[in-house]
């Protein structure tokens, strides 16, 4: 196995206030005897801070580590420091309020050992929304929703190419398995060039596929859950979507967000910017990620809408891991 394997994978927890879906998906990851290395990179306070600091101690079954850092510190900072301190070749970011599928981690660490050319890979994501059912002196129960999200390979050979093709067809690289050196890098570059919090997603995206191709297993490696306390129902100013546009600031962060993946194209990739033209290129593809983001466009993905399909059909290996998920989740009712 490689997934047991400390100097070939490490799973990255980013935890911030969030003890009751951490707590959910531990005992998760005890229940299913998750062989890996667990690291929790933590900027909570209070009881959160002192949640996650007792988990290694709360779960001796699981092979856990800790870093604490800063409340105040940024995001792509606290991973960047934390990843430094791995000697893992390949990392995985995990939410703390969603499910990983080990089975198919250990076939997606198999894939990218085997492929030099890989910066990162996944497979299929089902994101799912509970809607608590009132059941008088009964056990917890709750209606699932699914949600279709399509993960797409980026895998043309030309890495301007394949920066294009994603910002056209965007699906974030970030809750994927990336190789360490490289997605320190990418966190690093990104973290310079921009603090918006859409735009580094973006930068942070476009420059793992500057780095290397991006392939998409055809099986479910991650269940992302929908809830009122995520970071997406949440974010109500405008640094977000879709209040973006109307900031004061838009400008200047599309631009930033344009100049530093010119750069990084040139200088890392060996992209060449005749007379501007590698700028007007990316400003067509944003267009259409802009479309995408504002006006609710996507493209056809017929695998995916075949994975979707069998997410939905009973007896498939893809409902029944979402059954389990939705069996395990409802007695956690402070998570949904």
């Known amino acids: 196995m490689r997934i047991d394997d400390a100097d070939c994978f490490a799973l990255l927890i980013p935890t911030y206030q969030g003890t009751p879906f951490l707590r959910r998906l531990l005992d998760f990851l005890d229940a299913e005897q998750y062989p890996g290395h667990i690291v929790l990179s933590d900027n909570?306070?209070?009881?959160?801070?002192?949640?996650?600091?007792?988990?290694?101690?709360?779960?001796?079954?699981?092979?856990?580590?800790?870093?604490?850092?800063?409340?105040?510190?940024?995001?792509?900072?606290?991973?960047?420091?934390?990843?430094?301190?791995?000697?893992?070749?390949n990392v995985m970011l995990c939410g703390q309020d969603d499910y990983v599928v080990p089975e198919t981690l250990e076939k997606l660490l198999g894939l990218i050992e085997a492929d030099p050319g890989l910066a990162c890979v996944r497979g299929r994501v089902a994101r799912f929304l509970l809607r608590p059912v009132a059941q008088e002196g009964q056990k917890p129960a709750a209606r699932l929703h699914l949600n279709n999200t399509p993960m797409l390979p980026y895998e043309d050979p030309d890495p301007v190419k394949r920066v294009l093709a994603h910002m056209r067809a965007y699906t974030s690289t970030l809750y994927?398995?990336?190789?360490?050196?490289?997605?320190?890098?990418?966190?690093?570059?990104?973290?310079?060039?921009?603090?918006?919090?859409?735009?580094?997603?973006?930068?942070?995206?476009?420059?793992?596929?500057?780095?290397?191709?991006?392939?998409?297993?055809?099986?479910?490696?991650?269940?992302?859950?929908?809830?009122?306390?995520?970071?997406?129902?949440?974010?109500?100013?405008?640094?977000?979507?879709?209040?973006?546009?109307?900031?004061?600031?838009?400008?200047?962060?599309?631009?930033g967000f344009r100049s530093a993946l010119v750069d990084f194209l040139m200088r890392r990739a060996g992209a060449e910017d005749d007379g501007g033209t590698l700028g007007a290129r990316i400003d067509q593809a944003f267009l259409e990620l802009f479309k995408r983001s504002f006006c609710g466009t996507s493209q056809a993905d017929p695998a995916n809408k075949a994975f979707f399909a069998r997410l939905q059909t009973a007896g498939t290996a893809e409902q029944k891991f979402m059954t389990r998920v939705t069996q395990f989740t409802l007695p956690y009712r402070d998570s949904y």
């Open 44 to 89: 909570s306070s209070g009881e959160h801070r002192a949640f996650v600091e007792s988990c290694p101690a709360r779960y001796p079954g699981l092979w856990l580590d800790v870093q604490c850092y800063a409340f105040d510190i940024g995001f792509l900072d606290k991973l960047a420091r934390t990843l430094e301190t791995l000697d893992a070749r």
């Open 176 to 255: 994927s398995l990336h190789r360490r050196a490289q997605l320190l890098e990418c966190f690093r570059f990104t973290d310079a060039a921009t603090r918006n919090v859409i735009f580094w997603q973006y930068l942070s995206s476009c420059v793992t596929v500057a780095l290397g191709r991006v392939a998409c297993l055809d099986e479910l490696f991650l269940a992302r859950q929908i809830h009122k306390d995520s970071w997406s129902a949440t974010a109500q100013d405008n640094e977000h979507w879709p209040l973006l546009v109307t900031s004061p600031n838009y400008s200047s962060y599309y631009q």
